[in-house]
């Protein structure tokens, strides 16, 4: 994960370096953003209808700060930001190591089970094509 934003998270350091160059001036937006607005980071217990509004709310506020278009990944890493698929806390979380699409806190993990048993193949089968 980006040590500066704590927005973008990298498969390695390797790809973190070979995107530091693009990710250099929106991370310096977040950065700002969520130091002014720590709201953005206390979403615990938020329904889906509040998280949603909260990923557009920082999506409008980081696109009032930066002085050009944003590129597609930029708006989907604030809006598909990594969090519990159950309450959306941000921090602390697990993914599941079978199709790399759900987050969970440690409040949530017996939800796993039930997600194997429904999404996690079909999860991973999309994982795999994209």
């Not at 390797?14 to 969520?34: F, M, N, P």
């Not at 941000?90 to 039930?114: A, V």
Request: proline fraction near 2%; glycine fraction near 2%.
């Amino acid at each position: 994960i980006c040590l500066s934003c704590n927005v973008i998270l990298y498969c390695s350091r390797d790809h973190e370096l070979k995107g530091k160059g693009s990710h250099q001036e929106i991370c310096g937006i977040l950065e700002t953003v969520l130091q002014n607005h720590p709201e953005f980071w206390i979403t615990h217990n938020f329904n889906q209808e509040e998280w949603i509004n909260s990923r557009k709310n920082l999506l409008n506020l980081v696109k009032r700060n930066l002085q050009r278009d944003m590129m597609p990944y930029e708006m989907q890493m604030i809006m598909f930001a990594k969090s519990c698929f159950v309450c959306h806390e941000q921090r602390n979380l697990q993914t599941c190591m079978r199709c790399y699409c759900l987050n969970y806190c440690s409040k949530h993990e017996e939800f796993l089970t039930h997600h194997h048993s429904t999404n996690c193949t079909k999860l991973k089968s999309c994982y795999e094509i994209d």
